[in-house]
């Protein structure tokens, strides 16, 4: 297996906008170590499948280089680069049996028919595909023939293996059970894997690490509870996570007791968290500083009595509950934001009713307003 890196990789459609250039990718810097599983996530039209098909060969480099095992291959052609493809249309040959889809690569390279049957028999075992390998593509299932174009990539035994939303086309209960194969199939394999997806659940459960990405460029890239837990600006903040970090917008205000936030509200019910640890530290000399501040709904709950003890109290409308079955979701209007909370379990509330939320003043985060970065 072998490390990608890509340094200051760029993408230019020249005159695709009104006549103007448009850069899909913007001078990007990443590496993905050897056996590492990669995961670019992003919404539509951020980059990342961009990205990806420059790593295989099939677009063009504008700018910058990329790397695979210490080898430049910019000038490689996609045959040559030792990686393989897995595509969201599976791009299986109808009129081929599962065998002959699978073997299909190594008979071009002239692999010996002993090795060609050696390869894919262990595919297919890894895969649960044993008893399939004399069907067609039309008697399968999309998870079947999503195994299939898999196994397809895993008989090459590449360096690198590359997936293209790959489980889009499958149904909410079959991603799911895709989602574990691959992972299962990273650790047997020990390969180096890079995994583009929109879907940010697909990101958090089975990435080592996760690139996020938007407008073609990179947000951040860390482990993906970090990236939850520790998003470096408000993007990333409300892109991962779901339901999305509620934000606010407010001020940095001292006081007497230290440091609060204050909402922005022009109704005058406002709220105020106060700041303390290191984010009170953080913003010590930012008195009257303009920021956003976000709290995810699992960090919020709704009082059931107003002399419940707490430092940080939002009153709010109800507009809508959705029962999940193990939890609610709370949909509220403070009259100035909107924000989510999630109940355990199936509770029953009425629409229109005002209630009392508490706000966790240790998982707040905030965000520059201006430049849109962590404090």
Same mark, same amino acid.
């Given at each position: 297996?072998?490390?990608?890196?890509?340094?200051?990789?760029?993408?230019?459609?020249?005159? !695709?906008?009104?006549?103007?250039?448009?850069?899909?990718?913007?001078?990007?810097?990443?590496?993905?170590?050897?056996?590492?599983?990669?995961?670019?996530?992003?919404?539509?039209?951020?980059?990342?499948?961009?990205?990806?098909?420059?790593?295989?060969?099939?677009?063009?480099?504008?700018?910058?280089?990329?790397?695979? @095992?210490?080898?430049?291959?910019?000038?490689?052609?996609?045959?040559?680069?030792?990686?393989?493809?897995?595509?969201?249309?599976?791009?299986?040959?109808?009129?081929?049996?599962?065998?002959?889809?699978?073997?299909?690569?190594?008979?071009?390279?002239?692999? !010996? %028919?002993?090795?060609?049957?050696?390869?894919?028999?262990?595919?297919?075992?890894?895969?649960?595909?044993?008893?399939?390998?004399?069907?067609?593509?039309?008697?399968?299932?999309?998870?079947?023939?999503?195994?299939?174009?898999?196994?397809?990539?895993?008989?090459? /035994?590449?360096?690198?293996?590359?997936?293209?939303?790959?489980? !889009?086309?499958?149904?909410?209960?079959?991603?799911?059970?895709?989602?574990?194969?691959?992972?299962?199939?990273?650790?047997?394999?020990?390969?180096?894997?890079?995994?583009?997806?929109?879907? /940010?659940? =697909?990101?958090?459960?089975?990435?080592?690490?996760?690139?996020?990405?938007? @407008?073609?460029?990179?947000?951040?890239?860390?482990?993906?509870?970090?990236?939850?837990?520790?998003?470096?600006?408000?993007?990333?903040?409300?892109?991962?996570?779901?339901?999305?970090?509620?934000?606010?917008?407010?001020?940095?205000?001292?006081?007497?007791?230290?440091?609060?936030?204050?909402?922005?509200?022009?109704?005058?019910?406002?709220?105020?968290?106060?700041?303390?640890? @290191?984010?009170?530290?953080?913003?010590?000399?930012?008195?009257?500083?303009?920021?956003?501040?976000?709290?995810?709904?699992? *960090?919020?709950?709704?009082?059931?009595?107003?002399?419940?003890?707490?430092?940080?109290?939002?009153?709010?409308?109800? =507009?809508?509950? =959705?029962?999940?079955?193990?939890?609610?979701?709370?949909?509220? @209007?403070?009259?100035?934001? !909107?924000?989510?909370? %999630?109940?355990?379990? *199936?509770?029953?509330?009425?629409?229109?009713?005002?209630?009392?939320?508490?706000?966790?003043?240790?998982?707040?985060?905030?965000?520059?307003?201006?430049?849109?970065?962590?404090?």
């Amino acid at each position: 297996m072998a490390q990608v890196v890509l340094n200051q990789l760029e993408k230019i459609y020249a005159g !695709s906008r009104k006549g103007s250039d448009f850069r899909a990718v913007k001078k990007i810097d990443l590496t993905v170590e050897d056996k590492e599983f990669m995961v670019l996530v992003g919404p539509s039209g951020c980059g990342k499948s961009t990205t990806l098909r420059m790593i295989a060969g099939l677009e063009e480099i504008t700018d910058g280089t990329i790397s695979i @095992d210490d080898q430049l291959v910019n000038d490689v052609a996609p045959k040559d680069r030792d990686i393989a493809m897995v595509f969201q249309s599976y791009a299986l040959y109808p009129h081929m049996t599962v065998f002959e889809n699978m073997a299909f690569g190594l008979k071009l390279r002239k692999y !010996s %028919k002993e090795e060609i049957e050696r390869r894919v028999n262990e595919a297919a075992q890894v895969l649960g595909l044993e008893t399939m390998l004399q069907r067609k593509p039309k008697a399968l299932s999309g998870g079947q023939r999503q195994r299939v174009a898999v196994g397809r990539a895993i008989v090459r /035994q590449p360096k690198v293996f590359l997936f293209d939303e790959p489980l !889009s086309n499958l149904d909410a209960k079959m991603r799911v059970s895709m989602r574990a194969e691959i992972s299962k199939l990273h650790e047997r394999l020990q390969a180096t894997m890079i995994y583009v997806t929109h879907d /940010q659940v =697909e990101a958090m459960t089975m990435g080592d690490r996760i690139c996020v990405m938007n @407008d073609g460029e990179i947000m951040q890239i860390d482990e993906p509870l970090n990236i939850y837990n520790r998003p470096a600006n408000l993007f990333v903040a409300s892109f991962i996570g779901s339901p999305a970090m509620n934000l606010f917008k407010g001020a940095t205000v001292f006081k007497e007791g230290g440091p609060v936030f204050e909402e922005t509200n022009e109704t005058g019910n406002g709220f105020s968290i106060p700041l303390d640890g @290191d984010l009170g530290e953080k913003v010590k000399n930012l008195d009257g500083k303009a920021v956003v501040l976000g709290i995810r709904p699992e *960090h919020t709950r709704m009082l059931e009595s107003e002399s419940e003890p707490t430092v940080a109290v939002v009153t709010a409308k109800i =507009e809508l509950s =959705e029962p999940m079955g193990s939890e609610t979701l709370v949909y509220l @209007d403070t009259g100035a934001n !909107s924000f989510i909370v %999630k109940e355990r379990g *199936h509770v029953k509330l009425s629409n229109d009713l005002y209630v009392s939320v508490a706000i966790d003043p240790e998982k707040v985060h905030l965000f520059d307003r201006a430049t849109g970065e962590a404090i």
